[in-house]
């Protein structure tokens, strides 16, 4: 057995290796982070997110590029991108990018769509330190992400490896706003999405790039939404649950 095909038998291995693949690697646990992340949870605890006018509402919009989609099973983070929004106002200047280190050979395909390389994942930072920046980034804002359950279960994997605590951040899907205007729309690709929007699809497949144009739809719809006359997360809330 070669040492990709290896690789391949333990990512498909339910139990041990994705168990814990950050931790293994990363030693351990820093508590000056641990102790930053728990009052990040207590000031998530402390606000009012479902009341704070659209207009005005804080967020910052997300995407991860993974070498797959089974974090359970070995499947890791290779780039984080996030851009701040404020209501519409997409914070242009407010950006975070970063790869995250891996030595597990990232297959062909995955290089090919996300132009990363081997040679630049074993160069960046540690998974462990992206995270952290990355909280710091976020502060305890709400996220957004674009098909979001992704996003959600590699970072509740990555905390819980890294911070032995949970990821307690609210991700809002971008179907949220969607469905207000589509009640039918179940999960379309970013793609089809950006063209419906009028949003030039550039930069696919990287993080920032994806972010960005995640940014834009959230845009899009939110700024419908307040024309629908919803004032806030709760309103929008309580009137997706009637559809259902």
């Not at 333990?10 to 950050?22: A, D, E």
């Not at 982070?33 to 000031?43: A, G, V």
Request: proline share 3%.
């Amino acid at each position: 057995m070669g040492f990709n095909d290896m690789i391949q038998f333990f990512r498909q291995m339910s139990g041990k290796l994705g168990s814990n693949i950050y931790a293994g690697v990363q030693g351990q646990s820093n508590p000056h982070h641990i102790s930053f992340i728990r009052q990040l949870q207590k000031e998530m605890k402390e606000k009012n997110y479902m009341d704070s006018p659209l207009k005005d509402l804080e967020v910052v919009v997300f995407d991860l590029e993974t070498t797959g989609f089974f974090p359970d099973k070995g499947d890791q983070i290779i780039s984080i991108g996030a851009v701040k929004m404020t209501g519409s106002k997409i914070e242009d200047e407010q950006t975070f990018y970063s790869l995250v280190k891996s030595n597990i050979p990232l297959s062909k395909k995955i290089s090919s769509l996300t132009k990363i390389t081997d040679e630049q994942l074993s160069e960046a930072p540690a998974a462990s330190e992206v995270l952290i920046q990355f909280f710091r980034f976020i502060n305890s804002r709400i996220l957004v992400a674009h098909h979001a359950k992704h996003e959600k279960s590699f970072m509740q994997k990555l905390t819980r490896d890294l911070m032995r605590t949970n990821f307690e951040h609210r991700i809002i899907d971008t179907s949220f706003l969607i469905r207000l205007t589509n009640p039918l729309i179940k999960s379309l690709p970013l793609e089809e999405i950006c063209l419906h929007c009028g949003v030039e699809v550039k930069n696919r497949h990287n993080a920032l790039g994806d972010a960005q144009m995640t940014a834009q739809i959230w845009s899009y719809y939110l700024k419908k939404a307040q024309i629908m006359g919803f004032k806030n997360l709760r309103e929008v809330y309580e009137h997706l649950a009637i559809l259902k």
